[in-house]
């Protein structure tokens, strides 16, 4: 799981990944008895390396039309407004 510090949703608190968005991902990974490791980076690696490396994944992004084909979505987890 890759994302970028964005509170609440997602951010660093030394070297804890947390956020609303956090939490529900890996509550949804203990349900499905997936492991996965977070990694807090720059936006644009983040969105980068979730298109180009295998097993990846974003969290969270906005929906926004020019990325419907690009992911598949979890969610809704929360709204930015």
Request: some cysteine; hydrophobic content about 40%; charged content about 25%.
């Amino acid at each position: 799981m890759v994302t970028e510090n964005n509170p609440p949703f997602n951010f660093a608190e030394g070297t804890e990944i947390k956020g609303t968005a956090t939490d529900a991902v890996r509550a949804m990974l203990a349900k499905a008895g997936v492991q996965g490791t977070f990694t807090v980076m720059k936006w644009d690696e983040a969105y980068g390396k979730a298109q180009t490396a295998k097993i990846t994944c974003i969290i969270s992004t906005a929906r926004l039309e020019n990325r419907e084909r690009l992911f598949k979505r979890f969610g809704p987890i929360g709204t930015n407004v």
